[in-house]
């Protein structure tokens, strides 16, 4: 059986695109990648997503997507997508479950996974102290002592947001200069709030149910240090979830898919929505957004497609 539609990915992007292809009678099938939800669901309250005025945590809200894309006939698979062939139509798809596929058109929602520190700590206070998005979590530390690892524009322009709720935000960089524009860098160093921990790197966050504590090395002494901080937000980077795609589709040089104004990749009949191609704004409610336009353009591309097949069965006839 060939699909009309796989989506591939299950964070808002990937649900929002199943829910409009539901709808649509495309009976869309989401491939899910190796946990439903994408980053979102690591998330322990979001209070910017519209329609919960008293918030909602992360696990609820991909469950309620999930079940509304369910209820208008999407089908979804826990799988994880391991080979495509986009030189073909209709496209080839194989996971890692063994199962093989074909699909008229394809969404990537695959999204971007942010780098980790990868010290000790990092994984068991995550959601308890371990951050990698502000807008989502800085409200929860008002009036704390946290830090901001990074020395690019993230990394500045998130801990001066933090600057509205803490009452102190390090940022902590590995050098003894930014790479953060010129202007951001004017902003920190004129925020009392900011302090700048220069040449140091975290190698351990410490504490008793939730973080307290950050040990620090001097890159260029190698001493040892900790620093008290009830919270780490992390911006040391992102890698799109686009390996599987290199050498069929266009990206650039950090990995992201291009895509024109429409979602279009770089192969017709080929979408892209979410952070797999936004590295700008990163938002469950902008994801989503871009969740419907792309599965717009696959259902006029469908439509299209169907009606040449249709004008070349006839002259074959």
Not at 36 to 47: H, K, L, R, S, Y
Request: hydrophobic content about 40%.
């Amino acid at each position: 059986m060939t699909e009309n539609i796989i989506i591939i990915g299950s964070g808002p992007s990937g649900l929002t695109a199943a829910i409009y292809a539901a709808r649509a009678n495309q009976a869309p099938l989401i491939i899910t990648g190796r946990e439903i939800g994408g980053q979102i669901a690591t998330t322990d309250q979001v209070e910017n997503y519209p329609g919960f005025p008293d918030g909602i945590d992360g696990p609820q809200l991909v469950d309620l997507m999930q079940k509304q894309a369910l209820k208008f006939g999407a089908r979804i698979e826990m799988d994880f997508v391991t080979r495509v062939n986009l030189q073909t139509h209709p496209f080839q798809l194989e996971t890692e479950n063994g199962n093989q596929y074909e699909a008229k058109s394809i969404i990537i929602a695959s999204g971007a996974s942010p780098r980790k520190l990868n010290v000790p700590g990092e994984r068991e206070f995550a959601g308890r102290g371990v951050s990698y998005c502000a807008t989502c979590d800085g409200f929860f530390f008002r009036n704390k002592d946290i830090a901001v690892v990074g020395g690019g524009d993230s990394a500045l322009q998130e801990g001066l947001f933090l600057t509205k709720f803490a009452n102190r935000v390090h940022i902590i960089h590995r050098r003894d200069q930014l790479r953060a524009q010129p202007i951001l860098q004017d902003r920190a160093h004129n925020e009392p709030k900011v302090n700048f921990v220069w040449n140091s790197v975290v190698k351990e966050i410490k504490g008793n149910g939730k973080m307290d504590a950050i040990v620090l090395e001097n890159t260029q002494t190698h001493e040892l240090s900790q620093l008290s901080a009830q919270g780490i937000f992390v911006y040391v980077g992102h890698t799109p979830n686009t390996q599987l795609f290199k050498g069929q589709l266009a990206m650039n040089e950090e990995g992201y898919l291009k895509v024109d104004a429409r979602l279009h990749t770089s192969v017709p009949g080929v979408f892209a929505a979410g952070e797999v191609h936004d590295h700008v704004f990163r938002q469950a409610v902008v994801s989503a957004g871009y969740g419907c336009m792309a599965e717009m353009e696959a259902e006029k591309f469908l439509a299209e497609w169907e009606h040449e097949h249709s004008k070349q069965l006839a002259v074959n006839r």
